[in-house]
C-alpha cells in the first residue's frame, strides 16, 4: 500500500469505510437492523400495554356521579 | 406476480374488518356507559379515529411491500379519504365526548371542557386533534392550492406528533382500561407503526446516503423551465430500481434540504448514474435548478409499480404529457416486447416543450418502436387524446397495456374516456403525483 493510501485509509472513519462492504454483508446487516426495531417495537409495546391503567381517569370521575345521580 | 388490484382489495378488506372490530368492542364493552347517544358515539368515534390514525401511519410508512404490491397512487388516494375520515372523526369525538361529560354531570359545556382537560393524557389529546385539524385544512383543495408543497408538507410532519400526543389518552380510554390484552394489542399496533415509519421512512434514506453517496454530478437544461438533474452514487444496482419508478429526494443544500420531491428516473438506471428530469412549478423546484455539483442527496426509494411487470397484453401504448414523459422515456429504452410493437404518445403544448425528444426518436429509430408527438393547442382536433382517437393511432386499444403519466387534468380526461369507451381498467396503468 502506498503512503498516500494508507493516509486515505488511515482518515477515513470506520463506519465509512464500512459503506464498501460486499452487497450480501449489508443485506445481512439491514436484516439485522430490521429484526431488531421489530423486536424493540414488541417489548415497547407490550411494555406500555401491561403499564398501561387499570381504570380509565374518566370513568373514576363519572362513576360517582352517575351512582349519585341514581 | 399477484395483480395488485386483488392484494389492494384483500388489504383493504382486512383495515375495515379491524375498523369494524375496534367500533365492535366498544359496543360490547361493559364499561360502555349508557346515560346516551352521545356517550356511546364519542366512544365508537374515538376508537375508530385511534384505529385510523395507526392505519395511516402504516399506509405512509413506506414499506417496499405496500409501495410494490398496492401502489403508490392507491395508498395515496386511500391515505387522502382516509385522513379526511380520522379526523372528522376525532372532531366528532371531541365534540361528543364534551357534550356526553356535559349531560353525565349535568354541567354547561365550558366547565365540561374544564374538566376533561384536567383529565390525566387530555391536554396533550387536544393539542393532537387541534394539530391534526390543522393539516386537514392544509389539505382542503381551496386551501391547498395557496400554499407551497414544501409548507404542505412541512405540516404533514406534524401528523407524527399530533398521533404520539393522542396515543396516552387512547391507552387510558374507559375502552381499553382495565383489558391487559386488548390494551398490549393496541400498543403494539402502535409501536409497529411507528417502526415501520422509522425503518422505511427514516433509517433506510440514511442507509442509502451512507452505503451509495449519491452525488449531483451534473444539472443540463432541456427546455426553458425543464432540467435534468444526474447523479452518481456508488452500488446503485442494489436499489433495484426500475425504469418507470421513482424517488423522494432530498436534496442537502441550506435551502433544499427540508422538503423531499417526488420525482420519476428518466432514465434507466446503472449501477453509477440515476437520472431525473423536472420542471419548475413553484420556488421549490425552481431551487433545484441552481443546486451545485457535488451536492449529496438523500433519495427515499424506489418506489411506485408503473414499470413492465405490470405488462399483461402483447401490445404497449404509453401516453405522456409534458414532463410525465419522465417515467415514459426510461421504459421506452427498456421495454421489451416481440415484435417492439410499442408506441409512445407524448403530447405537449409546444414544440419548446418537449423535452428530450432527440432520445427518443433515437431510441425509436434503433428499437423500432414508434413516437407520435402531439403539439398545439388541445382544441385542435388533431391532438385530441380521447379513446377513439387513441385506437386511430395504434388499432385495436383494447389489446394493448396502457401506460399514462401527465398533468392530473389531462390524465384525468384520457382517464374517462377510456373507461367511458369500455377499456379495461386493469390495463391501465399510472402514476399520480399531485398533493
Redesign the interface.
Known amino acids: 500500500m502506498s503512503d498516500t493510501a494508507f493516509e486515505v485509509g488511515r482518515r477515513t472513519p470506520r463506519?465509512?469505510r464500512l459503506?464498501?462492504a460486499p452487497?450480501y454483508l449489508?443485506r445481512w446487516m439491514?436484516r439485522i437492523?430490521?429484526v431488531s426495531?421489530?423486536s424493540?417495537?414488541?417489548v415497547?409495546?407490550?411494555s406500555?400495554?401491561?403499564g398501561?391503567?387499570?381504570?380509565?381517569?374518566?370513568?373514576m370521575?363519572?362513576q360517582p356521579?352517575?351512582l349519585s345521580?341514581r | 406476480m399477484r395483480p395488485p388490484r386483488l392484494i389492494a382489495t384483500a388489504l383493504l378488506a382486512l383495515i375495515w374488518l379491524g375498523g369494524a372490530l375496534a367500533v365492535l368492542q366498544v359496543v360490547l364493552s361493559a364499561g360502555v356507559p349508557t346515560e346516551g347517544a352521545a356517550s356511546l358515539m364519542a366512544h365508537a368515534s374515538g376508537m375508530a379515529a385511534g384505529y385510523g390514525a395507526a392505519i395511516m401511519l402504516i399506509l405512509m410508512s413506506r414499506s417496499p411491500w405496500l409501495e410494490r404490491d398496492v401502489g403508490a397512487h392507491r395508498l395515496a388516494r386511500w391515505h387522502g379519504w382516509g385522513g379526511r375520515l380520522v379526523i372528522i372523526l376525532t372532531v366528532v369525538h371531541t365534540l361528543l365526548a364534551v357534550q356526553a361529560w356535559a349531560e353525565a354531570r349535568s354541567t354547561d359545556r365550558m366547565t365540561a371542557i374544564k374538566d376533561v382537560l384536567s383529565l390525566p393524557g387530555l391536554t396533550a389529546a387536544l393539542v393532537g386533534a387541534v394539530m391534526l385539524l390543522l393539516v386537514g385544512l392544509a389539505s382542503l383543495r381551496r386551501l391547498r392550492r395557496r400554499i407551497s408543497y414544501e409548507r404542505w408538507h412541512f405540516l404533514h410532519l406534524l401528523t407524527y406528533l399530533a398521533v404520539a400526543l393522542a396515543f396516552a389518552h387512547q391507552l387510558a380510554g374507559s375502552d381499553l382500561a382495565g383489558r391487559k390484552s386488548v390494551q398490549i394489542a393496541w400498543s403494539l399496533l402502535y409501536t409497529y407503526a411507528f417502526a415501520l415509519v422509522l425503518r422505511w421512512r427514516v433509517l433506510q434514506p440514511l442507509f442509502q446516503l451512507w452505503r451509495h453517496r449519491l452525488r449531483v454530478e451534473e444539472v443540463r437544461q432541456e427546455s426553458p423551465n425543464v432540467m435534468s438533474v444526474l447523479m452518481s452514487g456508488r452500488h446503485l444496482d442494489e436499489l433495484r430500481a426500475q425504469p418507470g419508478q421513482f424517488f423522494r429526494w432530498r436534496f442537502l443544500t441550506r435551502t433544499t434540504w427540508h422538503a423531499a420531491y417526488p420525482f420519476s428516473l428518466s432514465a434507466p438506471p446503472t449501477c453509477e448514474r440515476l437520472r431525473i428530469t423536472v420542471k419548475a412549478r413553484g420556488d421549490g423546484t425552481r431551487r433545484i435548478f441552481r443546486i451545485p455539483v457535488g451536492t449529496l442527496v438523500f433519495a427515499e426509494g424506489p418506489y411506485g409499480g408503473l414499470t413492465q411487470r405490470r405488462r399483461r397484453r402483447p401490445r404497449v401504448l404509453m401516453i405522456a404529457g409534458g414532463v410525465g414523459i419522465s417515467p415514459m422515456r426510461a421504459m421506452f429504452e427498456v421495454i421489451d416486447l416481440p415484435g417492439k410493437d410499442v408506441t409512445l404518445v407524448y403530447r405537449a403544448s409546444s414544440e419548446q416543450d418537449l423535452v428530450l425528444k432527440h432520445e427518443l426518436d433515437e431510441i425509436a429509430e434503433r428499437s423500432g418502436a414508434r413516437v407520435v408527438y402531439l403539439v398545439g393547442p388541445s382544441t385542435d382536433a388533431a391532438n385530441e387524446m380521447s379513446a377513439r382517437a387513441l385506437n386511430r393511432i395504434v388499432g385495436d386499444l383494447s389489446d394493448h397495456d396502457v401506460y399514462l403519466c401527465a398533468s392530473p387534468r389531462l390524465a384525468g380526461r384520457v382517464r374517462d374516456s377510456l373507461m367511458l369507451g369500455g377499456f379495461p381498467r386493469h390495463q391501465l396503468h399510472e402514476e399520480r403525483f399531485s398533493f
Do not use: N
Request: no cysteine; hydrophobic share 60%.
Open positions: 463506519i465509512a459503506a464498501g452487497s449489508i439491514l437492523v430490521t426495531l421489530f424493540a417495537a414488541t415497547v409495546g407490550v406500555l400495554g401491561i398501561a391503567p387499570e381504570i380509565s381517569p374518566t370513568s370521575v363519572q356521579v352517575a345521580d
